[in-house]
């Protein structure tokens, strides 16, 4: 790759923190990483310095957890922010709630039997 021969890297996380490769265009991820934190810096591989670059991401009803951390992120730096995305996280705050008025509700049922 660093030799030019291959113009296209295919890499695992660890390439997100310890590559420097000047020049990026995309980066493609193919899943969404667990921790927000890694999401930038598998982004932040491309539009180094003044560059620009794109980045896509597949992102999927598993990964709902995380999408308000994405959301704060893109409109940090003034992206769109896809309708969808926006019901994944909305969804996933109303399912957060539900479960943890469930599990009340058993833990309550639990301690008068």
Do not use: M
């Amino acid at each position: 790759f660093r030799s030019g021969n291959f113009n296209i890297l295919v890499a695992t996380d660890v390439a997100s923190r310890g590559i420097d490769v000047s020049d990026i265009k995309y980066v493609i991820n193919y899943d969404f990483p667990r921790d927000i934190e890694d999401y930038v810096h598998r982004i932040g591989r491309t539009a180094r310095g003044s560059r620009k670059g794109t980045a896509y991401s597949f992102f999927c009803n598993t990964d709902a957890p995380r999408a308000s951390d994405l959301i704060k992120i893109l409109r940090k730096v003034n992206q769109n922010v896809p309708e969808k995305l926006e019901e994944l996280a909305k969804n996933a705050v109303q399912d957060t709630r539900r479960k943890n008025q469930y599990k009340r509700s058993v833990y309550n049922d639990l301690r008068y039997v």
